[in-house]
Nanobody, 121 residues
Framework: QVQLVESGGGLVQAGESLRLSCVAS????????MGWYRQAPGKQRELVAS???????DYADSVKGRFTISRENAKNTVFLHMSSLKPEDTAVYYC???????????????WGQGTQVTVSS
């Protein structure tokens, strides 16, 4: 069974950076497209970044140019480097294994506990 464990969140000030990590177990990680989602209070969970097995990346417009997704297959880990953080980036961040294709991705695995990111102004 797939298990996803996110870490690296915290409380930062606007303009600062954070790097999130997600370790995946129970799947052939290197073959998976991986994604980072976030869910702010009172809002739906949204996909903010994805990376394919071939290292192609895609980003939501709201984070493009500020967030970078990467992966380290040897460690079954996907990262999200977030810079120039804004208060509106405050959310719980989750990773997941993605099905579908660019523009039509969907989550395929049970959600982990997520990691809280809070950005103060």
């Amino acid at each position: 069974q797939v298990q996803l464990v996110e870490s690296g969140g915290g409380l930062v000030q606007a303009g600062e950076s954070l790097r999130l990590s997600c370790v995946a177990s129970g799947s052939i990680f290197r073959q998976n497209t991986m994604g980072w989602y976030r869910q702010a209070p009172g809002k739906q969970r949204e996909l903010v970044a994805s990376i394919t097995s071939g290292y192609s990346t895609d980003y939501a417009d709201s984070v493009k140019g500020r967030f970078t997704i990467s992966r380290e297959n040897a460690k079954n880990t996907v990262f999200l480097h977030m810079s120039s953080l804004k208060p509106e980036d405050t959310a719980v961040y989750y990773c997941n294994i993605l099905g579908g294709y660019s523009g039509r991705y969907y989550s395929t695995s049970p959600w982990g506990q997520g990691t809280q990111v809070t950005v103060s102004s």
